[in-house]
Nanobody
Framework: QVQLVESGGGLVQAGGSLRLSCVAS??????????MGWFRQARGLEREVVAQ????????YYADSVKGRFTISRDNAKNTVYLQMNSLKPEDTAVYFC?????????????????WGQGTQVTVSS
């Protein structure tokens, strides 16, 4: 079982930046054997994937809506994945979740996420 705890959300003006963090704990498997992803869900809408990173941090995937503005990264020594969000827009307002997909050092894609955090609210004012 993997526990994921997000932090770093808040209220920011359009054009501003936020950095989300997600710390993983509780698994008998090493953090570096998991691909990680950030998802978001705005009120009344379905959850959507925002960014994903492979187990090594060397390969990343982004939704078109955030390319060039958001950066996903990970620090396997700290069991942490980050989402740096720049040039934020009101449409980025949502609850942001991190998720873990066990890949065991493989390059299989797409990832199947089985572990989810509780989410952190990001609100961007215009």
């Amino acid at each position: 079982q993997v526990q994921l705890v997000e932090s770093g959300g808040g209220l920011v003006q359009a054009g501003g930046s936020l950095r989300l963090s997600c710390v993983a704990s509780g698994s008998g498997r090493t953090f570096s054997k998991y691909a990680m992803g950030w998802f978001r869900q705005a009120r009344g809408l379905e959850r959507e994937v925002v960014a994903q990173v492979d187990w090594s941090g060397g390969t990343t995937y982004y939704a078109d809506s955030v390319k060039g503005r958001f950066t996903i990264s990970r620090d396997n020594a700290k069991n942490t994945v980050y989402l740096q969000m720049n040039s934020l827009k009101p449409e980025d307002t949502a609850v942001y979740f991190c998720a873990a997909a066990y890949v065991g050092y493989s390059d299989f894609y797409p990832y199947e996420y089985h572990y989810w955090g509780q989410g952190t609210q990001v609100t961007v004012s215009s």
